[in-house]
């Protein structure tokens, strides 16, 4: 290194030989630069201005921009999109920044400024949510705060025509797994005169998509008394009958161990078992325990939708997981479906780590 190079600085990276090879924010951490250019050009309002644009047009082709039915996507996917430590997505007319580097939280104001030139009146607040991801940072004072308008901490949004109460400033994440919105439609394709558990509900995305498409009952579970007043709130918006749906606070093992309802449909969704490559096989055996449980439990020819997020667990580990699921607990397992997340969550042909959320769709015999 040349020079007095400090955290979130913006750095021009060389071969020994001096051949340029790329731009990108500098980080005391294990990846030391997150490349942004491949040219040798000025990181200024215009470079993220074109950056913004292009993940724009991507979301535009998948009608996901001014679509009367789904009003909340997500505009930048981090790598996916060319900025890496960068997640924006929007929600109606507010778009909540989550900066993973520091780097990048260094250029909100120029991202802000962009996001406005490229979005103009579909936009009229921007809220920064790093202080989750950047708050442990040394020697740097970071908080969530409206970086222009307020609309105030939560709205209803709609997604596939379903309606959300998605609260940005306290919510997970950004405040909704945007990433699911095509497998939860898929759930509502077999849904309808169904008996469906939703395991690890979080706000009951999954469940209000199986009301909406006729489902019989739907039971949705939590640990979280929090996460089980949203999905009461969602249920709510929505408008479906109080006989319909039951909130259960419970541990997922032990609810799927000795419950003695039957269901059609079991979802499983839980959050990542495992963030870093020395968590995996923990994750793994975390990831089949829960699976065995639901497997026994289902009726013959019901249907398991399970998910993993964590990104060190790939799509056929997980696979080869479900797999000695279903030899432990002797039952007859097809695939009927894939799941992955959707287009506004694109994967750099060059960045496979990108592609973190996977899922299948099994009939058990």
Not at 139 to 164: A, H, K, R, T
Not at 225 to 254: M, P, R, S, W, Y
Not at 307 to 317: P, T
Request: charged content about 25%; hydrophobic content about 40%.
């Amino acid at each position: 290194m040349e020079g007095d190079i400090q955290e979130g600085d913006t750095v021009r990276v060389l071969a020994s030989n001096g051949f340029f090879l790329g731009i990108g924010h500098y980080a005391n951490s294990s990846i030391a630069v997150r490349i942004i250019s491949f040219d040798d050009i000025e990181i200024d309002e215009n470079f993220w201005i074109a950056k913004l644009q292009n993940a724009f047009e991507v979301r535009q082709s998948a009608d996901l921009t001014d679509n009367s039915s789904t009003n909340m996507y997500r505009l930048v996917h981090a790598e996916g999109d060319g900025m890496p430590g960068l997640i924006i997505d929007i929600y109606n007319k507010t778009a909540v920044i989550q900066a993973h580097s520091l780097g990048m939280h260094l250029q909100k104001e120029l991202l802000c400024e962009a996001l406005q030139k490229v979005l103009g009146t579909r936009i009229e607040s921007v809220y920064d949510k790093s202080a989750e991801t950047l708050g442990k940072i040394k020697n740097y004072d970071v908080s969530n705060d409206y970086l222009i308008g307020n609309q105030g901490q939560s709205q209803v949004c709609l997604e596939n025509s379903c309606s959300f109460q998605i609260d940005w400033e306290t919510g997970q994440k950004t405040g909704f797994f945007i990433d699911q919105r095509d497998n939860r439609a898929l759930l509502g394709r077999y849904a309808k005169g169904k008996k469906i558990l939703n395991v690890f509900c979080y706000t009951g995305a999954f469940s209000i998509y199986a009301l909406q498409h006729g489902a019989q009952l739907v039971h949705s579970l939590d640990s979280s008394a929090k996460a089980l007043e949203l999905t009461e709130e969602n249920v709510k918006i929505g408008g479906f009958a109080a006989e319909k749906h039951q909130c259960i606070k419970a541990d997922a093992i032990e609810y799927l161990k000795n419950m003695d309802q039957e269901y059609d449909i079991i979802i499983l969704d839980p959050p990542a078992f495992a963030k870093r490559l020395d968590a995996r096989h923990a994750a793994v055996q975390a990831y089949k325990r829960i699976n065995v449980q639901a497997l026994k439990q289902l009726r013959k020819g019901g249907l398991l939708f399970t998910f993993s997020c964590s990104q060190a667990v790939d799509a056929e580990l997980f696979k080869h997981t479900l797999t000695a699921a279903a030899i432990e607990t002797q039952r007859n397992v097809r695939i009927l479906h894939k799941m992955r997340q959707p287009a506004d969550h694109p994967v750099s042909m060059f960045h496979p780590e990108g592609e973190y959320l996977k899922g299948l769709v099994l009939r058990i015999d």
